[in-house]
């Protein structure tokens, strides 16, 4: 899986923290549809979890994904980056906007792992 942290994502994360690709369901009739959110969890917490799944082969980008995004997102080459506004960090992805709908929908584009 090809999961890449920009030098300033890299550098913006801290030592103890992981990265999460959460899924937050927006539909009541269809349980499926959701979207997804990227955030920062504290590292133990997350290698504990049974709900979230590591996306990265490489231990040094430790990002994960919620089961039912990680269906979604694996294999998919992605770039997080990190931006600060008034002080805070924010962690953004390259991922479409809609992509927890595309997925959802099943209108995501086909991507190889590389």
């Known amino acids: 899986m ?3 942290l920009s030098p300033q ?3 913006e994360l801290q030592d103890d923290e992981g ?8 539909a ?6 959701g979207e997804v959110s990227l955030r920062t969890e504290p590292y133990a917490r ?7 799944r590591r996306l990265s082969d490489d231990p040094a980008v430790p990002v994960f994904a919620h089961r039912q995004a990680y269906v979604h997102l694996r ?4 770039t997080i980056d990190c ?4 002080g805070l960090r924010r962690f953004v992805s390259d991922l479409p906007t809609d992509f927890g709908l595309r997925a959802s929908l099943g209108r995501l584009p086909e991507e190889t792992a590389t």
């Open 2 to 4: 090809s999961v890449r």
């Open 9 to 11: 994502a890299d550098e």
């Open 19 to 26: 990265l999460v690709f959460d899924w937050h369901r927006v």
């Open 28 to 33: 009541i009739c269809c349980a499926a549809a």
């Open 46 to 52: 997350l290698e504990r979890s049974g709900a979230f």
């Open 75 to 78: 294999g998919r080459a992605i």
């Open 83 to 86: 931006r600060r506004r008034l």
